[in-house]
């Protein structure tokens, strides 16, 4: 078991933590100990009867292969009640066992502690939002350490499935319902590193990229991030926001959305502008058979394309582009108004990024505030 | 005992007229009311639906060999058909029919000493379903195919853009039907079709089996009907039942779909259960141990299969008590598979055994199942279940219940009695052989998955991170080798068809009644009712040198004997 331990934790490369085993990762929560102490007993007893299995019957087929000149032995016993009653009752008390061990523990785990650090979390497909109590928002998941953290998590289309491994943490998000999740960490997480959040309930098409990084900082240093992660977008300068944020914003963007023409779950924002404004590239339409003319500018439904993006993005079942379901889950409250200007820009100045949504010209020096 | 007289019982010399013989031409098998056709077409059907369930599976494990895309065109959406597909062709279409419908189909009526099954309209009824249901699901591939896993989980189910969503739902809800009546023919045929002297504590255990998963798939399945008709009427008529945007609940679809599905689980295990007893007594030529222990553990695993169904769920949003609950009664469960695994292991003792291919099936299932077993003890803990839920951890577990077990005792089944349904035998070297390359392979495959999983890769990812890639290369060569076995199995068994020998009407030495009948039976399977004594005493059982095969020494036999049957009975 040593050698196949090595074989498995140095493939398991990159990770700079100690302490994985052949079955599990680190433990890095409080809830990890007990959880993996179970799982060591648990494990040790299926060793015993697998063993035990696997020994008793090769001794009984070895023993007992028939012999060609033989008459068949006939006197093996039909039955025995004690022994038999014994088998079906010791694995009883066993199982009675660890069912109890494994219920303490998990009313522990059903049980976020009053004190707790209270993150929202919103799931659509496919991604995560981490909202902080200062409204602050990111997505990769920063926790402070050395205290309890509890995830008020729901889902705006789907159900999804907040699954932290080295925490030992699962829990499903079910649209039209509140769920909780609570996990104290006292590990700093090693610099240049991350601890993997997954989406574990099967959601679609992007369902295994819907996973994110959460990183534990201890107290001091979470307070400093979180100071200026809610003022990032407030820094930048109107005429700055499409190069600074836009491709920040466009990640959660891109897995339907491409900048390179190609068709996705959504319509790629190459030369979308110019589609809604009129311009080169020609009309288009909307599933209802209309174009985008009839339904953008003065004195139609969306009196400028920015309203028709704007309401997209908040609404956008409301007019869908022909050829594409209405797969897109609303960003309502997600978004400020400077973060909805900084798309729009973002779509407007489409050429001057990359296809994977670099900008390709030089940025300006002097951010204000560090954006991790 | 003056002299010992061996003499074959009246029905085993083969006639030329057997029941493929019987009569000839598409419509006599199309429009055929025998049980044993009937089975044979269901087996055919089973059999060509595991291929391509086994071709999707190959799919699956080809593109995780590494993280991104591994096949050219197969994108994320082209995964999630791929392993949806091969789910719910694996479940319905091949795993839950094949051991009642297929093999009980032909041999429970015969264990039985009837002539055929109590409906038999009704019985061609089921299969004729079974084809459309079938036909239905795979016609979804057309139609835009699905991509909702086996579990059609909502709301994703009734929102997402794929087109061959009803469709396939209708076809598993045509299925569930095939499957309705052919548990309640069964029931029937148990209840009243069995002859003279066979009590219920004298039916061969293989029809206890197929009688406790008749009972679950007659009170089980319609919940499934129902459940799926719900869902096909929110998808087509935006009626809110399970999504919330329309005022449903998914967590309630939850508790319908698992009420059906995890009794169904038990629907797959246990006539594979039944089959062990059969084969494992009947290789080892040596009475069953602890009969009744094993019988009503049948039934004890029908009866709490129903009442488990919420351990799918204890990370979805259901409360706590109930999870409590749920948890304490999964538990149960292991006290009727540990006693079925402990009567099987003494059986074995003092016994007489042939090391054949049905036998290695056995204990290549005991080994399987004792894994799949007690890594349900992991899942069935409530904390260590927070973690491994929705992980790899849980596929290689249920692949080693509904695969190692249920279908590695299907095909033992079908060892067994391939030489009765085909009058042929196989070649026994390469069948041992082709058992240990799908034993190895397997566990290649499924064992690694436990760390996979324990280690934290979720399931039904078609992108990983690339620390878990050693672990999918091993895998996915797990899966090369069991395929690999199961290819040398079809070559041999096709190939006995055309060049096997002839086979003797109890080549195994059997007790039970359809090994005292010709290989393979006469159209009417017997000529008159047989006699019935203990199907697992195997006293007078003689191996006969002219016949190549064993027969039952009348002499010994206490059904023809008064004086042993008073001495013998218990």
């Given amino acids: ?372 | 005992m003056t002299t010992i007289n061996i003499s074959q019982p009246l029905d085993t010399a083969a006639r030329p007229d057997n029941y493929i013989t019987h009569t000839r031409g598409f419509m006599s098998w199309a429009l055929t009311l025998d049980h044993k056709r009937i089975g044979v077409m269901y087996l055919v059907s089973v059999l060509s639906s595991f291929f391509v369930g086994g071709v999707f599976a190959m799919l699956v494990r080809t593109e995780l060999l590494t993280p991104g895309q591994t096949i050219p065109g197969v994108t994320a959406d082209v995964y999630n058909h791929f392993f949806t597909l091969h789910g719910a062709i694996m479940v319905f279409l091949v795993i839950i029919p094949s051991i009642p419908a297929a093999l009980g189909n032909f041999v429970m009526p015969i264990m039985l000493g009837a002539k055929d099954v109590a409906f038999p309209r009704l019985n061609l009824f089921s299969y004729y379903l079974w084809i459309f249901g079938a036909l239905f699901t795979v016609s979804s591939l057309l139609l835009g195919g699905f991509d909702t896993g086996w579990t059609f989980y909502t709301p994703y189910s009734t929102t997402t853009p794929a087109g061959g969503v009803i469709p396939a739902l209708t076809g598993v809800f045509i299925l569930g039907f095939s499957s309705i009546f052919t548990g309640l023919n069964f029931i029937v045929t148990v209840h009243k079709l069995r002859p003279p002297g066979m009590t219920w504590f004298r039916m061969p255990l293989f029809l206890w089996a197929i009688y406790a998963t008749a009972i679950i798939q007659v009170l089980a399945t319609p919940v499934l009907g129902i459940t799926l008709l719900l869902l096909i009427v929110e998808r087509a008529f935006n009626i809110g039942i399970f999504d919330p945007s329309m005022g449903g609940d998914p967590v309630l679809f939850q508790h319908f779909f698992w009420f059906y599905s995890h009794p169904a689980v038990y629907i797959m295990i246990l006539p594979a259960m039944g089959i062990i007893s059969e084969l494992i007594s009947v290789h080892a030529h040596r009475h069953i141990f602890g009969y009744r222990f094993i019988a009503l553990s049948s039934i004890a695993i029908a009866i709490f299969s129903f009442l488990v169904w919420g351990h799918h769920m204890f990370i979805s949003g259901q409360s706590p008590l109930l999870n409590t609950l749920f948890s304490l009664i999964s538990f149960s469960v292991a006290i009727p598979s540990a006693v079925k695994v402990f009567n099987w292991m003494s059986t074995l003792y003092k016994g007489n055994i042939v090391l054949n291919t049905p036998m290695l099936y056995a204990l290549a299932f005991l080994v399987l199942f004792t894994i799949g077993g007690l890594t349900g003890i992991h899942l069935a803990t409530l904390n260590t279940d927070v973690h491994l839920h929705d992980t790899y951890f849980v596929v290689a577990h249920f692949h080693y219940v509904m695969m190692g077990s249920a279908l590695i005792g299907m095909i033992g089944g079908l060892h067994h009695w391939w030489p009765k349904i085909t009058g042929r035998m196989y070649n026994e070297n390469l069948g041992r052989i082709g058992c240990i390359i799908v034993f190895i392979g397997f566990n290649v495959t499924f064992f690694t998955q436990f760390f996979l999983g324990s280690q934290g890769m979720p399931r039904r990812y078609y992108d990983y991170q690339p620390e878990y890639q050693i672990y999918h290369v091993i895998s996915t060569i797990g899966s090369y080798i069991m395929a690999s076995g199961f290819f040398l199995t079809a070559y041999y068994l096709l190939a006995s068809l055309f060049g096997g020998a002839r086979a003797p009407a109890n080549p195994w030495g059997g007790r039970s009644l359809e090994w005292q009948c010709a290989s393979p039976p006469p159209f009417d399977n017997f000529a008159t009712q047989p006699r019935v004594g203990d199907c697992y005493d195997f006293s007078a059982i003689r191996w006969d040198d002219k016949e190549q095969g064993y027969v039952v020494d009348p002499a010994l036999d206490p059904t023809t004997n008064p004086r042993l049957a008073a001495k013998n009975s218990h």
């Fill in chain 1, 1 to 372: 078991m040593n050698i196949a331990s090595t074989i498995f934790s140095n493939l398991l490369a990159g990770d700079p933590r100690e302490g994985r085993t052949l079955w599990l990762p680190p433990q890095d929560s409080n809830l990890a100990v007990n959880s993996d102490l179970m799982f060591w007993w648990i494990n040790m007893i299926c060793y015993f009867f697998f063993v035990g299995i696997v020994i008793a019957l090769v001794i009984l087929v070895v023993k007992y292969r028939m012999k060609k000149d033989r008459p068949f032995r006939t006197d093996g016993p039909l039955h025995h009640l004690p022994l038999e009653t014994t088998w079906a009752v010791v694995p009883l008390f066993i199982v009675i066992f660890i069912f109890y061990f494994g219920f303490r523990d998990y009313l522990n785990f059903m049980t976020p502690p009053k004190n707790s650090y209270e993150i929202a979390v919103t799931a659509q497909k496919w991604g995560w939002l981490f909202k902080y109590p200062n409204g602050a928002t990111s997505d990769d998941l920063y926790v402070p350490t050395g205290r309890p953290v509890k995830l008020s998590m729901r889902s705006s289309d789907v159900l999804h499935c907040c699954y932290i491994p080295d925490f030992r943490v699962k829990k499903d998000l079910v649209p039209g319902r509140y769920s909780y999740l609570w996990f104290q960490t006292d590990n700093v997480t090693p610099e240049g590193w991350g601890h993997n959040l997954f989406c574990a309930e099967y959601c679609g098409t992007g369902h295994s990229n819907m996973n994110r990084k959460v990183y534990a900082l201890a107290q001091p240093e979470f307070d400093t991030w979180l100071t200026a992660q809610s003022q990032w977008l407030d820094k930048i300068p109107e005429e700055e926001l499409y190069f600074r944020a836009g491709p920040k914003l466009y990640a959660r963007c891109q897995q339907c959305h491409s900048l390179d023409g190609t068709k996705g779950i959504g319509p790629s924002w190459k030369g979308l502008w110019a589609r809604v404004s009129g311009g080169e590239g020609g009309d288009g339409k909307f599933v209802d058979g209309t174009g985008y003319q009839s339904q953008i500018g003065a004195g139609k439904q969306y009196q400028t394309p920015e309203d028709y993006i704007r309401a997209s993005i908040l609404n956008p079942g409301e007019h869908v582009v022909a050829g594409y379901a209405n797969a897109m889950p609303s960003f309502k409250g997600q978004l400020n108004d400077k973060g909805i200007d900084a798309v729009i820009g973002f779509m407007k100045h489409v050429d001057e990024f990359d296809t994977k949504g670099k900008y390709l010209k030089e940025v300006p020096p002097a951010p204000k505030v560090s954006m991790k």
